[in-house]
């Protein structure tokens, strides 16, 4: 008698759920499980290792990989063949945000829904801002930064700081950055729809059309008055467009596109 599977852990549904080639034939279809879907997720979109992989999903390693090669086959059928490729089913549960501590990156779970982040196993409220900065002035265009400085905060105190490098090529790689060094809030000026977006589907508060040091940003929002102008955050981000604001929705300064645009 085979060994029942072990139920997969999973962050949370997939936002989108079938994909179909552009052709009038019809060519069958393709389902992606659920749990196929969050180790595609993980690996080849986080970047996680296999081990990092497992342990988040609370599966052995070589399931991963079998899981892993079995999504990728499926995903090259799609693609090759021209099939609609449904995500549906498969053996999981999602994950209700009581296991930080056990995953190997930022919990998507508790950073929607609660601000800072509560970490259960000490009870310590935890919290990472990032603010694109210029001269300690807050950047006025998400986008375009530079650079970020990342505020370490526990227990509504200050902790540290650091500032890292983002180069200002479009919001899809400041995602990128952000989720690396686990920011679950970000203060910024000017900023598109799609860095809207991609900030809210990766559970990370937003405070935008923000002006000032960075410093007293951070110090207001610890105080509990900071509050977002997305009136003046819009405008600014068509100012540094000239008035084009699709341009950042598809991170167009790093010369290609990370958004779902089509073109």
């Not at 930080?100 to 970490?119: A, D, F, T, V, Y």
């Not at 490098?165 to 060094?181: E, K, P, S, Y």
């Amino acid at each position: 008698m085979p060994k029942p599977s072990r139920c997969r852990r999973v962050c949370a549904e997939p936002l989108y759920k079938v994909f179909n080639a552009e052709t009038k034939e019809l060519s069958g279809s393709v389902t992606l499980t659920v749990d196929e879907f969050e180790v595609i997720r993980l690996v080849d979109f986080e970047k996680r290792t296999h081990e990092q992989c497992a342990q988040q999903m609370q599966i052995s390693r070589t399931t991963v990989t079998e899981i892993y090669e079995n999504a990728r086959f499926k995903i090259a059928n799609a693609i090759v063949n021209g099939k609609t490729l449904y995500i549906s089913g498969g053996h999981y549960k999602v994950c209700d945000g009581t296991s930080l501590n056990e995953c190997s990156g930022r919990c998507c779970k508790w950073g929607r829904n609660s601000n800072p982040i509560q970490h259960p196993s000490n009870g310590e409220n935890i919290m990472k801002i990032a603010i694109p900065v210029k001269s300690e002035n807050i950047y006025q265009h998400f986008g375009m930064a530079s650079e970020f400085k990342i505020y370490h905060v526990e227990n509504n105190q200050l902790m540290g700081t650091e500032t890292v490098n983002a180069n200002g090529r479009g919001h899809g790689v400041m995602l990128d950055l952000l989720v690396t060094h686990n920011v679950n809030c970000v203060i910024c000026g000017g900023i598109g729809d799609g860095a809207i977006r991609a900030l809210e589907q990766n559970g990370i508060q937003l405070f935008a059309g923000i002006t000032g040091a960075a410093d007293d940003a951070v110090s207001a929002l610890l105080a509990g008055t900071l509050q977002s102008d997305m009136q003046a955050a819009c405008s600014k981000h068509q100012h540094a467009h000239h008035g084009q604001c699709s341009h950042d929705e598809c991170g167009h300064h790093d010369g290609g596109c990370h958004c779902d645009c089509k073109h």
